[in-house]
């Protein structure tokens, strides 16, 4: 059993920057792929990062690609997401979630933490 905590979230303002946590307790944390999903009032739960048990193997959305970089320390069990450059468009409830699989795919992941809200001012 894994239990995923989030923060981070808050008001920022567009162009600046960002970084989320996403704490895990529970045994062999570091054994598990980490993913970053979203979701937006009125929207699907959308991918946004993911990262292997490493941290060597990275895959992002085509819209964070090249200003949101996921990253982890298996020491701490921690996953975290720096957004750089957000936009408006990003505001939502950021997620992260654990699994055995690399994937894009939420219904793939066994664990989630409640979320933390990213508001991105224009």
């Known amino acids: 059993q894994v239990q995923l905590v989030e923060s981070g979230g808050g008001l920022v303002q567009a162009g600046g920057s960002l970084r989320l946590s996403c704490a895990a307790s529970g045994r062999a944390f570091s054994r598990y792929v980490v993913g970053w999903f979203r979701q937006a009032p009125g929207k699907e739960r959308e991918f946004v990062a993911t990262i292997n048990w490493s941290g060597g193997i990275t895959s992002y959305a085509n819209s964070v690609k090249g200003r949101f970089t996921i990253s982890r320390v298996n020491t701490t069990n921690t996953v975290y997401l720096q957004m750089n450059r957000p936009k408006p468009e990003d505001t939502a409830v950021y997620y992260c979630?654990?699994?055995?699989?690399?994937?894009?795919?939420?219904?793939?992941?066994?664990?989630w933490g409640q979320g933390t809200q990213v508001t991105v001012s224009s």
């Open positions: 979630a654990a699994g055995d699989l690399h994937t894009d795919v939420p219904g793939h992941y066994n664990y």
